[in-house]
């Protein structure tokens, strides 16, 4: 026999009952209805836009993290099990370490370990988190011996922290640790500080808003992004695709809370985009084509799935290079084809290729969850289709008793 174990609304109703309060004094606080948020609750609708996610987490008194789906069950034989596995050890490696202080000298060259480094990124960004997730310990420990140890090699090993402190946050925060990515984020922010380098102190931001978009703290997200970029100039390719970013994780993180228009600032980002040749400046990936996957992601936010989808159809998956991103680009696309309705064919085929090429990050994707969740809860009376009920099973959703 099997049970679902699907959507978020069974982890709000746990939390609320957890914390004994009533649904009339959560709904009260979140400024929704009581019954709306019953239907949350039992899954007769979906929650479509962080800002829904936040007042709940808001009137719960927790961070959207504790709807996480740190718990999802998975195969230990599989490889979202296994990096998982590499939790404690990266963990272990970041308050272990110090800027400072060294208790074991690195056996490996700074060349060794920058070359690595950059390695990994790219790794992260195809997806390959297992092989991330084995190697990022001892090179988080090794680069803290040597920029430790100070003398001329230490810019280097702090540049390459930065940058493999950047890998560290979004592999974490992809498999739902993320109160680790904001370590992982505070260290990069330490040494770039170090480096005294507006430039890289600009680019370590980027994995702390990251991990605060995790956390559900949008309005420091985006003070942290705004601040920023006013740190730069746009006068090399490497500045304008931090600012660039910088600017566009303000916007999104502004609309999410309803704090401010972010259309000029797409509008700014695509001028810049069309400056530079994409350089990939630290992994930022920072394009025209990544700025339509911003506008994407931005409309959702504002309720706008008409713009979502039109802006998601004029963009090629081949054009974006980092298989990550595909992924994100994908789910969005479905979630903006689920908020039009009547498109479920199309949204589990969508859905089948994320997690196809990507199946931890998409496993671990609330909105792909949610959506799979609400198409299930409605097709039940037919037993749901062998797409959905399979598609379900990948992403851990179905549980046996």
């Not at 939790?87 to 400072?100: E, K, V, W």
Request: hydrophobic share 45%; charged share 25%.
């Amino acid at each position: 026999m099997e049970t679902d174990s699907l959507g978020i609304g069974q982890e709000i109703r746990r939390i609320r009952r957890m914390r004994g309060l009533s649904l009339e004094v959560v709904a009260h606080r979140a400024g929704f209805t009581k019954g709306y948020l019953s239907r949350i609750e039992t899954g007769a609708v979906p929650i479509e836009r962080r800002s829904t996610l936040t007042k709940i987490a808001d009137a719960l008194e927790c961070s959207i993290a504790d709807f996480g789906i740190t718990h999802v069950l998975v195969d230990p034989a599989d490889s979202d099990s296994e990096a998982q596995g590499a939790l404690p050890a990266i963990r272990h490696a970041l308050l272990s370490t110090s800027l400072d202080d060294v208790d074991e000298p690195s056996r490996r060259t700074i060349a060794e370990l920058a070359e690595q480094t950059t390695n990994l990124a790219e790794l992260r960004q195809a997806c390959k988190y297992v092989e991330v997730g084995r190697a990022l310990p001892s090179l988080l420990t090794d680069l803290h011996a040597i920029a430790a140890e100070g003398g001329d090699e230490r810019p280097e090993a702090l540049r390459s922290i930065v940058q493999a402190t950047q890998v560290t946050a979004l592999l974490v925060k992809n498999l739902g640790a993320v109160d680790l990515a904001w370590v992982a984020a505070e260290r990069g922010n330490a040494a770039a500080k170090k480096l005294d380098d507006p430039l890289w102190i600009a680019a370590s931001e980027f994995a702390r808003t990251q991990a605060l978009v995790g956390l559900g703290a949008y309005k420091r997200a985006a003070a942290l992004a705004q601040k920023a970029a006013e740190l730069l100039d746009t006068k090399t390719p490497e500045s304008i695709e931090v600012y660039g970013t910088s600017i566009l994780t303000a916007a999104f993180s502004a609309g999410v809370t309803g704090t401010g228009d972010p259309e000029a600032a797409v509008e700014e980002a695509a001028d810049l985009a069309a400056r530079t040749p994409g350089t990939n400046a630290f992994f930022l990936a920072f394009s025209r084509t990544n700025v339509d996957l911003w506008r994407i992601s931005i409309a959702l936010e504002a309720d706008d799935p008409v713009r979502a989808a039109e802006v998601a159809r004029r963009v090629r998956l081949e054009n974006i290079p980092a298989r990550s991103r595909q992924v994100a680009f994908l789910i969005d696309h479905a979630r903006a084809l689920h908020k039009l309705r009547g498109r479920d064919a199309e949204v589990l085929k969508l859905l089948k290729k994320a997690h196809k090429l990507g199946p931890s990050r998409t496993g671990h994707s609330f909105w792909a969850r949610e959506i799979v969740s609400e198409i299930w809860n409605r097709s039940r009376r037919d037993a749901g289709g062998s797409d959905l009920r399979g598609l379900a099973d990948r992403m851990g959703m179905l549980q046996a008793i």
